[in-house]
Nanobody, 121 residues
Framework: QVQLVESGGGLVQAGGSLRLSCAASGSIFRVNGWGWHRQAPGKQREFIARVTSDGATDYADALKGRFTISRDNARNTVALQMNSLKPEDTAVYYC???????????????WGQGTQVTVSS
C-alpha cells in the first residue's frame, strides 16, 4: 500500500503565505511525479502544479509566480509554497503522486486526503 499525507494547511490572512507538504510512505520503489490540486466549495477540482521525476515543473497559468512546487526525492516528499494568498485561494488542497511500488514495473496514481486552506480577507 501507498499513503500520501498532506500537512501545513490552516487559516491565513490575505497577502500571507503557507507552505504545504505531502509525504508518501509504504511500499515505494520510486515516485515518478507529484502534483497539487485544489477544490473549492461547489467547484471542480483544479490543477495547480506538477513536478516530474527529473525536476521539471508545470503550473496553472493563473497561479504562476505565486505558487512554487518542489520535491525531495530522498524523503519522498513534495511541497507547495504559496505566497500572496487571496480569499479565492480558499480550498481543500490535495497532493497526488505517480508511484512505482516495490516489485512493480508501472506506476499508479495515488491521492492524499487533502488539507484545508482558508484565506481571510
Amino acid at each position: 500500500q501507498v499513503q500520501l499525507v498532506e500537512s501545513g494547511g490552516g487559516l491565513v490572512q490575505a497577502g500571507g503565505s503557507l507552505r504545504l507538504s505531502c509525504a508518501a510512505s509504504g511500499s515505494i520503489f520510486r515516485v515518478n511525479g507529484w502534483g497539487w490540486h485544489r477544490q473549492a466549495p461547489g467547484k471542480q477540482r483544479e490543477f495547480i502544479a506538477r513536478v516530474t521525476s527529473d525536476g521539471a515543473t508545470d503550473y496553472a497559468d493563473a497561479l504562476k509566480g505565486r505558487f512554487t512546487i518542489s520535491r525531495d526525492n530522498a524523503r519522498n516528499t513534495v511541497a507547495l509554497q504559496m505566497n500572496s494568498l487571496k480569499p479565492e485561494d480558499t480550498a481543500v488542497y490535495y497532493c497526488n503522486a505517480r508511484v512505482v511500488r516495490t516489485g512493480n514495473i508501472y506506476d499508479a496514481n495515488y491521492w492524499g486526503q487533502g488539507t484545508q486552506v482558508t484565506v481571510s480577507s
